[in-house]
């Protein structure tokens, strides 16, 4: 009796939608194409070493700061590995969408400068004339691994 | 009168009924009254005030600039303009002074427009949004908890050809407005209680979420937003106003701080398409100081000629019904398809192959491009600096984790990561061919006969605040930005 009540509502609500899909203009697609790539058939999922880890930090010169930021990187390969099924076979790479123009070029005539006040104006740090850095060469400190990181520290 | 058009306000300028301060005021008003919604940044009264006095002055002696003349705009925060914060929602710039005005905000003030203030958004217009911001979230006007009235149309809502094909531009964008109104107010009588009880609110869109709001509130006439994978479209659709996005490389980008250069463009938002054009003409063309922009000159649009609409042909692509569109989106899309065919366009159906595949791309070289525009905040010529001297490795890294937060450290990451030696080839070489596909999809669309292209603009409408932030910025932006990227992608509008 249960089945059956529920087949009956399931034929009412195929019907509501297939009433809906008929109202739509012809040249509307009623559902969904696309379909989520399966697992499969995209390369493995990425796991991010301690040496990913440190040498990104260093390049970016930005930390992930906790175990988050990893597994946030870990689902945006994920994500891009989607392109990597595609078939690219002689295709070439489109770097500016106006790669069929000249780049403008002008003359080789000093029209800007003598603004140093302006230019200067939102530097934190100065000397005289001079932007102030500390000094260079010297590798970062290395911080405890976030692999090993703990619930307990995410809440610190 | 803050809901007149720029071409009605103007008229009444012109007409000497109003003059320019008294309409400042009200914009000023407006903008204080509904501080809770979070629109500005920063209000530039003084200033605004200043302009507003000039522009009074050149309408008493009848040397108008143009149409935008003495009317209130506002920016987004990412522009910079002389002497005031330009901060992109972000503790790295929260104290940025520029010393110059972006090109396009220095032809605002040729042309006489008066600016009001700079308009919230996402951190380095990273977010589909405006929640991501130092400033925090900007709250979508519609069921906001404030009141406001419905502009019926004299006689019934248009559904025949003949209405549609013969109204004047302001006409039709009454009807538009009035139809955007409705659809608030529909979802309203669902019997959702009023957002202000609950403690919820609706969404703006990003990133452009100040300036769409600004616009739809009645604050501004005109906002200028940026647009790279949707940030001027998607708050558009949200707060129901006009976004523009025009073709990449006809508006200059010197001052526009950038996101991802070879998609970034500035973004044009009004009430009425008619006042997007105004905001076009007057934007557009060459700038020396941009070398992306093309050298063509630029022929201003006029919308007042009468479109034949038997001549003009629109594709549908099929691909972009994708998993998680509402109803009510598909119906709308629907039903403009109707009126164009009623109306006499011929409607076909056709593919764009690629577009699934179009948003991953998008990200992979959103975060590539994002991981190099980021590297010249280092705290030594501009920006945020942290007190950290052991070395200049250490005070970038202080200084970039303390000023940007997780979502822009998030993409720089990433963007590193697809650049490395091992990875290049697989993700970004890859993704730049992906975009070639993408912009043949385009291509070949309109070699075959298609002049208009009929998409939705976002899944859904505005959603709750508490159900957009159940998912993280990164989750948001991959599903959110599905119809809007594959245009920036290409460099169409």
């Known amino acids: ?156 | 009168m803050l809901s007149l058009s720029v071409r009605q306000i103007s008229r009444k300028l012109q007409d000497g009924v109003i003059v320019p301060s008294d309409v400042c005021t009200a914009c000023l008003y407006q903008a204080e009254k509904l501080k809770k919604l979070n629109i500005f940044v920063r209000l530039t009264k003084e200033v605004a005030e200043h302009q507003a006095k000039e522009s009074d002055v050149r309408y008493t002696n009848g040397n108008v600039r143009s149409l935008l003349d003495g009317i209130p705009v506002a920016v987004k925060d990412n522009y910079c303009t002389r002497n005031i914060e330009t901060t992109c929602s972000s503790r790295m710039l929260e104290s940025f002074k520029p010393p110059y005005n972006a090109t396009v905000v220095q032809k605002l003030q040729d042309a006489g427009a008066v600016l009001l203030g700079k308009c919230n958004m996402d951190e380095f217009a990273m977010g589909s949004g405006t929640v991501d911001s130092i400033h925090g979230p900007t709250k979508n006007i519609w069921q906001s908890g404030e009141k406001y009235t419905l502009l019926r149309n004299v006689g019934e809502r248009a559904t025949s050809v003949e209405q549609v094909q013969g109204c004047n531009s302001t006409h039709g964008s009454k009807m538009v407005y009035q139809e955007l109104h409705h659809l608030s107010s529909h979802s309203n009588k669902e019997g959702s209680s009023s957002p202000s009880e609950e403690g919820d609110w609706f969404i703006a869109g990003g990133s452009s979420g100040g300036s769409a709001v600004a616009v739809a509130s009645g604050a501004v006439f005109a906002a200028l937003g940026s647009d790279t994978g949707g940030s001027t479209r998607n708050p558009a659709a949200y707060c129901g106003v006009v976004g523009l996005k025009p073709s990449y490389g006809l508006l200059s980008r010197h001052g526009l701080i950038p996101l991802v250069n070879s998609m970034d463009v500035p973004g044009i938002l009004t009430r009425t398409v008619d006042d997007a054009a105004t905001l076009l003409n007057i934007l557009a063309g060459h700038d020396l100081l941009d070398s992306t922009t093309v050298q063509d000159s630029f022929i201003p649009l006029d919308l007042s000629q009468d479109i034949d609409i038997s001549r003009i042909r629109i594709g549908i692509p099929k691909e972009y019904n994708c998993p998680g569109m509402s109803d009510e989106v598909m119906e709308t899309w629907s039903g403009v398809a109707d009126i164009l065919e009623r109306a006499g366009a011929e409607v076909v159906q056709v593919s764009m192959p690629h577009t699934p595949s179009s948003i991953a791309c998008y990200s992979v070289l959103n975060q590539c491009e994002v991981a190099s525009n980021m590297a010249r905040y280092d705290g030594i010529e501009f920006g945020l600096r942290t007190a950290e001297n052991r070395s200049t490795e250490e005070l970038y890294a202080s200084t970039r984790s303390q000023g940007f937060n997780e979502t822009v450290r998030g993409r720089i990451l990433a963007g590193n990561y697809f650049l490395l030696q091992r990875n290049y080839p697989h993700y970004f070489l890859q993704a730049l061919k992906v975009r070639r596909l993408i912009a043949q999809d385009f291509t070949h669309a309109w070699s075959s006969g298609i002049d208009v292209l009929l998409t939705p603009t976002t899944l859904t409408d505005a959603p709750r605040y508490s159900q957009f932030i159940s998912r993280d910025n990164r989750e948001q932006c991959a599903s959110q930005d599905y119809c809007t990227q594959p245009a920036n992608m290409a460099g169409n509008n």
């Open chain 1, 1 to 156: 009796m249960h089945r059956l009540w529920k087949h009956n509502i399931f034929l009412e609500k195929f019907w509501f939608l297939q009433q809906n899909a008929r109202s739509l203009n012809s040249k509307i697609p009623p559902t969904p194409i696309v379909k989520p790539i399966e697992e499969n058939k995209l390369p493995p999922r990425t796991k991010i070493d301690q040496k990913t880890i440190d040498l990104l930090e260093r390049l970016s010169l930005v930390d992930f700061a906790n175990k988050k930021g990893i597994e946030r990187l870990e689902d945006a390969i994920r994500f891009a590995d989607q392109i990597r099924v595609i078939d690219t076979t002689g295709v070439e790479p489109m770097i500016s969408v106006l790669e069929d123009r000249t780049l403008y070029l002008h003359d080789d005539i000093v029209t800007d400068g003598n603004c140093r006040k302006e230019v200067m104006s939102n530097a934190a740090l100065t000397e005289e004339s001079y932007f102030v850095a500390p000094q260079g060469n010297i590798p970062l400190i290395p911080r405890d691994s976030l692999l090993t990181e703990d619930e307990n520290l995410d809440q610190k």
